[in-house]
């Protein structure tokens, strides 16, 4: 009689892991309701319906909207981490600049989550909320990062010497919100043109051989 083959074991995910699955999925969830339909339609009810869970798990989860909401945050915020350190590996300051700036608008025209993270930001501007704060440290660190690929790029000759790392950064970060927030109020934008025309436009002006 043959060896009939036998089926590894299932591994059983502790309870740990079972929890950084459900509230991910509760993230994920919420993130997909403020997306869609917004920040004031994202009710415990509707999280948890989209998610397929409990309206009780995420009250155990969060603790309460802005709870939940604060995790949401910190989730997009650490999206955002890995998208930046993916497309800039081994790169020059002044390319690893342009890159970024390329695929952030590409991915732009995809809104998704880049739509659910602005429809918060706009909702913390708009309440006075506490979370501004939240945003303010996030765009700082994008800040941090903008300026040291220009200060990169000018030790390597690459970018121009004149320029203030600093303002430049600013100035770089400033026309990306700016474009997101348009996005917000016309979905209909054609992002293409304007992702060509921003980074050839930053390429004449850093470069220290245009």
């Known amino acids: 009689m043959d060896d009939v083959p036998q089926k590894p074991p299932q591994l ?3 309870q740990a892991e079972r929890r950084d699955e459900s509230e991910r999925g509760l993230v994920k969830a919420a993130i997909a309701v403020v997306s869609e339909d917004g920040v004031s339609a994202a009710t415990f009810e509707a999280i948890a319906r989209r998610g397929g869970y409990s309206r009780g798990l995420v009250g155990q989860r969060f603790g309460s ?3 939940l909401i604060e995790a ?3 989730y997009l915020h650490d999206e955002k981490d890995l998208f930046a350190k993916d497309c800039v590996d081994s790169l020059s300051g002044l390319e690893a600049l342009l890159a970024h700036v390329d695929r952030y608008l590409e991915r732009l025209a995809h809104m998704g989550e880049v ?6 930001l706009s909702w913390a501007v708009a309440d006075i909320s506490a979370f501004r704060s939240l945003f303010a440290t996030e765009h700082d660190r994008i800040r941090l990062r903008f300026e040291g690929w220009i200060t990169q790029g000018q030790a390597e000759g690459r970018i ?3 320029l203030d790392p600093t303002a430049a950064a600013l100035m ?3 026309q990306l919100l700016g474009l997101s ?3 917000l109020v016309d979905p209909t934008m054609d992002i293409a043109p304007i992702r060509a025309t921003l980074v050839a436009t930053l390429r004449q002006a850093f470069s220290a051989n245009a």
């Open 12 to 14: 059983r995910r502790t």
């Open 65 to 67: 909207k802005l709870g």
């Open 72 to 74: 949401v945050i910190a």
């Open 115 to 120: 739509q659910a993270y602005f429809r918060l």
């Open 160 to 162: 121009r010497p004149d």
């Open 172 to 174: 770089v970060g400033s």
């Open 181 to 183: 927030m348009q996005v």
